[in-house]
């Protein structure tokens, strides 16, 4: 079965650069959906096949996927992002959903 | 603007069963693919199953699959998952979730509910 890995958890500071990686092989081949979990919420769709943002969703959250990692990028970090940052792709080998592991985004 | 409300979820014993209840509204559900996704408390996402808009195709994960039955009313704006013979590792909340197209493959969750809790334990 296909896997994604997620850090556990990365860290930074407000009004900085925050990346979080999704690695899986040859995850290039497979579009990428990234979700944001706040605490005691339910996840929020922040990027959609690989790079596009739906409605609402800041410009500061941007992410690219080339080889064996995706990342999600989010520029000017703001308190208000810190959650869980999951990615997902649709393995097309077995039609079945994968979800990366998450990662806890803190804010310093 | 999708909004989803699951239902149906409890307090069930081992080898029991449960039918939880998703009622969408908003335009075109029979347009969008669902699934349903589950997690347990302080752990991540788990896919569990996912159905195309037409309710032609279904799809699961391996944990679930001769267990569970993801199913549709599109007359009725509601997805269903039928649980048979849960087990205590099926505890988790259980959310429903909307795609904007049709069909499964690439499915991304657009729209979420809040969730509805089981709890498997004798």
């Known amino acids: 079965s296909y896997v994604l890995t997620q850090p556990p958890s990365v860290s930074v500071a407000p009004g900085k650069t925050a990346k979080i990686t999704c690695g899986g092989n040859?995850?290039?081949?497979?579009?990428v959906h990234w979700y944001q979990q706040k605490t005691g919420q339910a996840p929020v769709l922040v990027i959609y096949?690989?790079?596009e943002r739906p409605s609402g969703i800041p410009e500061r959250f941007s992410a690219s996927n080339s080889g064996n990692t995706a990342t999600l990028t989010i520029s000017r970090v703001e308190a208000g992002d810190e959650a869980d940052y999951y990615c997902?792709?649709?393995?097309?080998?077995?039609?079945?959903?994968?979800f990366g592991g998450g990662t806890q985004l803190t804010v310093l | 603007e999708v909004q989803l409300l699951e239902s149906g979820g409890g307090l069930e014993q081992p080898g029991g069963s449960l039918r939880l209840s998703c009622l969408a509204s908003g335009p075109a559900f029979n347009n969008f693919a669902m699934s349903w996704v589950r997690q347990t408390p302080g752990k991540g996402l788990e896919w569990v199953s996912t159905?195309?808009?037409?309710?032609?195709?279904?799809y699961y994960a391996d944990s679930v699959k001769g267990r569970f039955t993801i199913s549709r009313d599109n007359s009725k704006n509601t997805l269903y998952l039928q649980m048979n013979s849960l087990r205590a590792e099926d505890t988790a909340l259980y959310y429903c979730?909307?795609?904007?197209?049709?069909?499964?493959?690439?499915?991304?969750?657009?729209?979420w509910g809040q969730g509805t809790l089981v709890t498997v334990s004798s």
């Open positions: 096949f690989d790079t």
């Open positions: 159905i195309t808009g037409s309710g032609d195709r279904t």
């Open positions: 040859n995850i290039a081949s497979f579009s």
């Open positions: 997902q792709v649709w393995n097309s080998d077995n039609n079945h959903l994968v």
């Open positions: 979730v909307s795609d904007r197209r049709q069909q499964a493959i690439h499915f991304q969750g657009f729209y």
